[in-house]
């Protein structure tokens, strides 16, 4: 499984991005995809998750209401939209996935994800 990020940049606070994933190299669609970030000096922190295959999808308190996790399902893509963007946000965004055949939702530590991309750069000033 291969994942590739796009869509980072610099945007004043207040602002939006809309990061994308794309992914590859599988033909299941039962995998929780997340995305995650990383500030300098800090730890990974999950940001938000979606079920490929019901399409449910859960956020961290800090971008709720802020972030929305989309899939096109077609195109193999996951998005991120992000909205009222604050300087904290700042940091590498990461996506993630890993085969999931439960019923309950997609979790939020980063060591049940076992794929990864390079990670994209947003920058809020």
């Known amino acids: 499984v291969q994942l590739v990020e796009s869509g980072g940049g610099s945007v004043q606070a207040g602002g939006s991005l809309r990061l994308s994933c794309v992914a590859s190299?599988?033909?299941?669609?039962?995998?929780?995809m997340g995305w995650f970030r990383q500030a300098p000096g800090k730890q990974r922190e999950w940001v938000a998750a979606?079920?490929?295959?019901?399409?449910?999808?859960t956020y961290a308190d800090s971008v709720k209401g802020r972030f929305t996790a989309s899939q096109d399902s077609a195109k193999n893509t996951l998005d991120l939209q992000m909205n009222s963007l604050k300087p904290e946000d700042t940091a590498m965004y990461y996506c993630?996935?890993?085969?999931?055949?439960?019923?309950?939702?997609?979790?939020?530590?980063?060591?049940?994800?076992?794929?990864w991309g390079p990670g994209t750069q947003v920058t809020v000033s």
């Open positions: 190299g599988y033909t299941y669609s039962r995998f929780c």
């Open positions: 979606i079920y490929q295959s019901s399409g449910a999808t």
């Open positions: 993630a996935a890993y085969l999931y055949l439960g019923s309950r939702s997609c979790g939020n530590r980063a060591d049940q994800y076992r794929y």
